[in-house]
């Protein structure tokens, strides 16, 4: 009930098109959906985060679709730039627990100029 | 500091070693976390931290790995008698508070070989 499914494994476009990742989760006590980009040899950072009670963030280029009732979440990345090459990851986690995030299994995106 | 930061960088130990990590959280920050991450994997919780709280460790792995945090700030994370399926690379993420939403930030973690 813990896990978090992260689709696809891997992910190739070209500069200026849009990159999708998708995300289920199963625990519906989740509250706190974070994005995060891992460059190699570096901690992953935070890209951008969404709660429950809305249905879209957006952030610049990047943008977070949530569907509560299909408990999933896509992260959208617009105009996609060599600069994004890199690995992202979902998360889920329930803040009144200390925020404990569980991870989906990442995503490697290359953006051919 | 500026960032989170963890040392070494790199540890390559033989099987059966005690090899201690070490984490120095963002100032100010109040909840820290370990995390592993296996080649080509996501994150894996380890252990959370908050303030004087006793910490959750309901994701260590085995009664191998324990870690502490002093004064409520550096963190070492120590796994005894080390086994190869421990190579990975442990991150430490520090958090103003645990609720609210907060993001972490992340340390670049250390990469451990066991050989």
Not at chain 1, 73 to 88: C, E, K, N, R, V
Not at chain 2, 13 to 25: A, F, I, N, W, Y
């Amino acid at each position: 009930q813990q896990q978090v499914k992260q689709s696809p494994q891997s992910l190739i476009v070209q500069k200026g098109g849009i990159s999708i990742i998708n995300c289920a989760y199963e625990n519906t006590a989740f509250d706190y959906f974070p994005w995060y980009q891992q460059f190699p040899g570096k901690g992953p950072a935070l890209l951008i985060a969404i709660r429950p009670d809305v249905s879209e963030k957006k952030e610049g280029r990047f943008t977070i679709s949530f569907n509560k009732s299909a408990k999933q979440f896509s992260l959208h990345i617009m105009d996609s730039q060599p600069g994004d090459s890199a690995t992202y990851f979902c998360a889920a986690g329930k803040v009144a627990a200390g925020n404990k995030l569980t991870f989906g299994g990442g995503t490697r995106v290359l953006v051919k100029p | 500091g500026a960032g989170v930061s963890q040392s070494p960088s790199n540890k390559v130990t033989e099987k059966g070693k005690d090899v201690e990590l070490r984490c120095d959280p963002i100032s100010g920050h109040t909840a820290l976390y370990w995390y592993r991450q296996s080649l080509g994997q996501g994150l894996e919780f380890l252990i959370y931290f908050q303030g004087n709280s006793a910490p959750d460790k309901s994701g260590l792995p085995s009664d191998r790995f324990s870690a502490e945090r002093t004064g409520g700030s550096v963190s070492t994370l120590t796994i005894q008698r080390t086994q190869q399926e421990d190579s990975a690379v442990y991150l430490c993420a520090s958090s103003p508070a645990p609720g609210g939403g907060y993001g972490y930030t992340f340390g670049s973690g250390t990469r451990l070989t066991v050989v």
